[in-house]
DNA sequence: TTGAAACCCTGGAGCCACTCCAAGGTCAAT
DNA sequence: ATTGACCTTGGAGTGGCTCCAGGGTTTCAA
C-alpha cells in the first residue's frame, strides 16, 4: 500500500510516518517504479505498535529500544522491566508536581474578589509578591527539581 | 549589575536572560562602554516574576501578557482570571491523562513473571497485542484528544 | 484530449523554551 | 605578560512532529 492508505490505518499523517522512517524507527519499505513506497502489513504492525507505545507516553528512543527486543527476542527480559519501571515513576513523579502546580493555582484564583482593573487583581498581586517570596513554587524544591526530565507530551489525535 | 550576577540573584543561566531579552519579556538595559548589560533591580524584579509564572508552567506567551496587565494597571481584571483558569483546566486535565497512563503502566508492569528472554515477556506481548485492539490507549480518546496542547515543561532547576 | 483533483516526492523551516558552543573582546590580579 | 573569569554575538541542537514550497504522477471525468 502506499503511503496515505497506510498513514490512515495506522491514524497518523503522512509526515509523522516518513518522520518514524527517517528516525530510524520504521525501516524504508522498497518504491514502486514512480518513487512512491511500497507498504507490507508490517509496516503497519509497526506502526500499530510505536502509537501504542506513544499514547504510553513513551520517547521515540525508549519505543526503539522496545522495538529491538521483538525482533531480537532471545535478549534477557529485564531491561524491558526497567523500561516500564522508569516510565512509570516519570508519570507518577509528573502527577505528583502537577498536583502541587494545581493547589498553587488554586489559591491564586481565589485571590480575584471581583475587582476591576488589573491594578486591584488579587492575583497579579499575589504573583508579584510571591515571586519575592523564598517559600513560594519557585524557590522550593517541589518543582522542577523532581522532574528535570524533558517530558514529552502524548500524541495528538487530531489528525483527521 | 552584570549579567552574571543579575543571573545568578534571579537563580537562572545568563543564555535564559539573553533569550528574555531576545523574546520580548525582558527590556533590553543600557550598556556599559565596553558593551556589556548594565541591569537595575527592576530587571531583577521582572525576571523573579517570570520565573514564579514559568514555575507555574506558563508559557512564556501567557506571562508576557501577565506583565502587561503589571505595568498598565488600569485594564480589566478579568482577562487575567480567565488566563489562571485556563491554566488550570490545562493542569486538571493533564493530571486525568496522566492517571489513566499510570493505571495502563501499571498493567503492563504486572504482565511481566520473571521470565528470562523479550521472546516470553508478557510486558512486550501485551504491548504486541494491544496495539491491535481498538479498545486501547492509543485508540481510546482518554489521552491526546483531551489534551491537544502543546504542554510546557516545568523550568529545570538544576543551573547550579 | 484536456484538465482538475488527489495523490506522491524531497528538503527545509517552524514550533517551544531553552542550552550549549565557538570565536572573540574585556578586565582585574599576579 | 599572562592567566582566568567574565562578557559579547550568532548559530546550532534538543523532541516530536507539522507545514510548506515546488515539483512529479495517477486517476477520473468532461
Redesign the interface.
Known amino acids: 500500500m502506499r503511503i496515505g492508505e497506510l498513514a490512515k490505518r495506522a491514524?497518523m499523517k503522512t509526515d509523522t510516518v516518513r518522520y518514524y522512517e527517517k528516525a530510524g524507527l520504521l525501516p524504508p519499505p522498497p518504491r514502486r517504479h514512480n518513487g512512491y513506497r511500497d507498504y507490507s502489513t508490517l509496516h503497519l504492525?509497526r506502526l500499530?505498535?510505536i502509537?501504542?507505545?506513544?499514547?504510553?507516553?513513551m520517547s521515540l528512543a525508549d519505543i526503539s529500544h522496545?522495538l529491538e527486543?521483538?525482533t531480537?527476542?532471545?535478549?534477557?527480559?529485564d531491561a524491558?522491566?526497567r523500561l516500564?519501571?522508569g516510565?512509570?515513576m516519570q508519570?507518577?513523579t509528573?502527577?505528583a508536581?502537577?498536583?502541587t502546580?494545581?493547589s498553587?493555582?488554586?489559591v491564586?484564583?481565589d485571590q480575584?474578589h471581583d475587582?476591576?482593573?488589573?491594578?486591584?487583581?488579587g492575583?497579579?498581586q499575589e504573583?508579584?509578591a510571591?515571586?519575592?517570596d523564598e517559600g513560594?513554587?519557585?524557590?522550593s524544591?517541589s518543582?522542577?527539581?523532581t522532574?528535570?526530565?524533558?517530558?514529552p507530551?502524548?500524541?495528538?489525535?487530531?489528525q483527521d
Open positions: 491514524e504492525e500499530a505498535f502509537r501504542h507505545c506513544r499514547a504510553l507516553d522496545l527486543f521483538v531480537r527476542p532471545d535478549v534477557k527480559c524491558i522491566d516500564i519501571d516510565q512509570l508519570v507518577q509528573r502527577i508536581s502537577l498536583r502546580l494545581e498553587q493555582l488554586l491564586l484564583r480575584c475587582q476591576k482593573t488589573a491594578g486591584e487583581c492575583i497579579l504573583l508579584v510571591a515571586a519575592h513560594c513554587v519557585c524557590h524544591a518543582i522542577g527539581e522532574d528535570a526530565t524533558n517530558y507530551s502524548p500524541p495528538r489525535d487530531d
